[in-house]
């Protein structure tokens, strides 16, 4: 991996196998070899099904694939995500590579500014500061005042986006994974989100993102990536 | 989370007298701040794996291990009785499914929560009193309630008085048996929260046994599936449950009713 | 004034109900109880268990301090025993004849010619000296029962000095009642190691337990258990830095010979309600009103030209 490459998937596969459907398997994709350097986003693109979720979760240890290997620039030291240790895996989450899932999973109960604010505090950022640096990405991102000490269980599928986002950039991950970051976003937080993943992009973080709006593709990625390519054989 | 082991097992192993089997060779490393979860239904011996981890019944193969203060690795059974007791009195905590297991019914909130102070030789009343004040607060518990005997207690309150008894020797380590198991669901939500919220302030580690995915998938950063004694599954939480590879896992998570 | 009486004949003693060996037990059963003695002696404050015999009096009435007494007393001995700081109540009377009987040793009602004091419920105002032993009575030797009904429980307790309980039961007492209530029985520290229960003595005799020079023995009949204090051995009243030990303080002295930092008993005159305060140790207070010591009420009789021992 030279200097300057954060990300490498190298020969990775993913079948799924259902065990309580009778063992029946669902081949995704198979042979993914990918870089990604500081500084540069990479869009996954494909038809719906070809795996771009699936291969953006591998990169993040939510799913397991099947076979190969992410190699991650992790504390200045390159670590194998696949089959390191829990230890290590919850280590380069904390401090490495940050996540901007579709879906909020709602911790339930946790005001939206205290979910965001959660995510700098675990980066070591104190309490206080944490809390204001949330407050002023929910101003940027035009979530009402109202809304910020309300839990986002009942937020509309926007609100919770511009939440899901503040949380992954409100650190400077050194990689992120954008799994549809303006999804839900009317054309003035779409600006907003897109300004923000530019300036994560400025500060040196390598990104891989999915994107179905191809406006914002444009803006934000330097490269696509066809994962339909890499479909593997049923 | 440093990087020394906290707690480790080897190949533990539990088989009760007439052959039944309780766990089966299970193995595992955690590190100080970790979440552990185990989840398994009835008969999946994650009890039994819990009392052999928590000190309380001698494995019949393998090991459990602990980093003593200032020491290395021990064997937890190969302490003397009065190391071990002390152990679970001051750096180790057990939160008990049924309050009653974990508490002096008969005596005062406050009295149970400085319990472990003055078990290590706390003398002054002032300084418990407020301690136990404070813990109150922290697990909310109206402060008004600290001469109040337990059993005044609803049962959610029970279980939090219970938690701050144990947190406040600030363990390094937490067992917890089933910790919402027998409460109201709005009950189970606040302590769950509570537990969640204290653990992530205090950096404790802990080792949560239950058999709702649930609680695992809110606190725990780690989780093994147990089926029939044994460990089928383990990885981070949330790959457990998002992509399970075996087929009691899938099996365990597709099961879950979604509301 | 005492009532020194000749001492017996030795091993074998003739009574008005028959043949005795020397103070009732066989010698066998006081070796026995001499060796649990020096365990006990060995170990500041811990019980040991020994074979407790059937004595003639009921479970509750100091068996186990008749045992440990008839033990230790020599021809020689001179024996006083007391019971609420008197000689002359029933039970001390009672037992002091029972070893007059059985053993025919000197008895007396000065602590200071005493060798040998059984007590039940006080020490002795004056404090005792290197060549005395003083037998306390013991109902129930475990200082943790009433919170810890489990004897198994309580034995692992004592053996990894766990007593957090305890101090737990003195913090209910101070958050119930703004002070520790226990008034008697008061548990100890005994040479910063046992927690042991001194007997139902007052918590006033509590301090008097400290670096005494005499031998303390404790003997518990119905519960089976003795133990002991070396003379001079540290003996702490257990408590809190900010709710420090505190005996009891009298407002008033005794009314009959005027002694003051003693214990007193309440004494009822008549039913009009009148009552007075006096010593409780019966011999102490004599001694006083023989070296002149008047109490208010002492006076008053006097005044009204009554003799002094009202």
């Keep these: ?234 | 989370m440093s990087d020394a082991p906290l707690l480790q097992a080897e190949g533990v192993s539990h088989t009760y007298a007439g052959g039944q089997v309780g766990c089966v060779d299970v193995g595992f490393t955690l590190y100080p701040g970790e979440v552990l979860g185990i989840v398994g239904e009835s008969g999946s011996g994650k009890s039994t794996l819990l009392s052999c981890l928590s000190g309380a019944l001698p494995p019949s193969e393998g090991r459990v291990r602990f980093a003593g203060q200032g020491q290395g690795m021990q064997d937890v059974f190969q302490l003397s009785e009065p190391e071990r007791r002390l152990l679970m009195r001051t750096d180790w905590g057990i939160v008990h499914q049924n309050p009653r297991d974990g508490l002096h019914m008969s005596v005062s909130a406050g009295g149970n929560i400085g319990e472990r102070l003055m078990a290590v030789g706390a003398r002054h009343y002032g300084d418990i009193r407020s301690e136990a004040l404070d813990w109150l607060g922290r697990v909310e518990i109206d402060a008004e309630r600290v001469d109040d005997l337990p059993r005044t207690f609803s049962g959610g309150m029970q279980q939090r008085t219970q938690i701050a008894r144990i947190l406040v020797s600030q363990p390094r380590l937490v067992f917890m048996d089933e910790p919402t198991g027998g409460l109201d669901v709005s009950v189970q939500a606040r302590l769950l929260d509570l537990l969640r919220g204290l653990v992530r302030d205090l950096g404790v580690a802990a080792v949560v046994v239950t058999h709702d995915l649930a609680v695992v998938r809110l606190l725990s950063d780690r989780l093994m599936v147990m089926r029939q004694g044994r460990v089928v599954e383990s990885g981070l939480t949330d790959q457990v449950l998002d992509d399970p590879q075996h087929p009691y896992s899938q099996l365990l998570v597709s099961s879950v009713l979604q509301a | 004034m005492s009532a020194l009486q000749p001492a017996g004949s030795g091993a074998q003693f003739h009574s008005i109900d028959g043949v005795y060996n020397f103070a009732y037990l066989d010698e066998q059963t006081k070796r026995m109880i001499r060796r649990a003695l020096l365990k006990a002696l060995a170990i500041p404050g811990y019980q040991v268990p020994f074979g407790g015999r059937e004595m003639p009096v009921a479970y509750g009435w100091g068996t186990g301090g008749m045992q440990v007494t008839a033990s230790i007393l020599g021809v020689d001995d001179v024996l006083k025993v007391i019971d609420q700081g008197s000689d002359d109540t029933t039970n001390a009377v009672s037992i002091r004849r029972f070893f007059n009987r059985t053993a025919g040793v000197p008895v007396t009602e000065a602590t200071t010619e005493a060798t040998v004091i059984q007590t039940r419920h006080r020490i002795p105002e004056k404090t005792l000296r290197e060549d005395q032993v003083i037998v306390y009575q013991v109902p129930m030797p475990e200082p943790l029962r009433k919170l810890e009904p489990r004897e198994t429980e309580t034995r692992k307790m004592h053996a990894f000095a766990e007593y957090g309980l305890m101090q737990v039961k003195l913090y209910e007492d101070i958050s119930r009642h703004g002070e520790i209530t226990t008034t008697y029985d008061y548990p100890v520290e005994v040479n910063a190691r046992y927690m042991m229960a001194p007997s139902p003595i007052p918590k006033f005799d509590n301090p008097k337990m400290h670096a005494m020079p005499a031998l303390q023995l404790f003997g518990a009949g119905r519960e089976k258990r003795i133990y002991a204090i070396p003379p001079y051995t540290k003996v702490r009243s257990l408590d809190f830095n900010d709710y420090p030990f505190e005996p009891q303080q009298f407002d008033d002295p005794c009314a009959l010979c005027d002694a003051k930092g003693v214990f007193l008993d309440e004494v009822i005159l008549d039913d009009k309600g009148n009552h007075m305060f006096v010593c409780s140790d019966s011999d102490h207070c004599r001694d006083r009103r023989a070296e002149g010591h008047m109490g208010p009420r002492a006076r008053e009789a006097a005044e009204k030209g009554y003799g002094a021992d009202q």
């Design chain 1, 1 to 234: 991996m030279t200097q300057k490459v954060m990300l490498q998937v190298q020969d990775l596969s993913k079948t799924f196998t259902l065990h309580t459907q009778g063992g029946a398997t669902l081949p995704v994709f198979d042979g993914v070899n990918l870089a990604v350097e500081a500084g540069q986003c990479i869009a996954l693109t494909g038809a719906s099904g070809a795996g771009k979720s699936t291969l953006l979760r591998s990169l993040y240890a939510n799913y397991r694939p099947t076979s190969g290997q992410v190699f991650i620039r992790h504390r200045d030291v390159i670590v194998n995500l696949i089959g390191a240790e829990p230890r290590i895996q919850l280590e380069i989450r904390r401090e490495t590579i940050g996540y901007v899932s579709q879906f909020l999973r709602v911790i339930p109960r946790i005001p939206a500014e205290e979910i965001i604010a959660e995510a700098a505090v675990a980066g070591g950022m104190d309490d206080a500061e944490a809390l204001e640096a949330a407050r002023a990405l929910l101003q940027r991102l035009n979530l009402p005042e109202r809304l910020w000490s309300v839990p986002p269980a009942t937020f509309s599928g926007g609100e919770r986006q511009r939440v899901n986002i503040a949380r992954g950039l409100i650190r400077s991950f050194p990689i992120l994974l954008l799994d549809e970051p303006t999804a839900s976003l009317d054309a003035e937080n779409r600006n907003v989100a897109v300004a923000l993943i530019m300036e994560a992009k400025a500060k040196g973080a390598a990104i891989v993102a999915i994107c179905h709006d191809e406006t914002v593709r444009a803006e934000i990625a330097d490269a696509v990536f066809d994962v339909s390519l890499f479909q593997a054989a049923a």
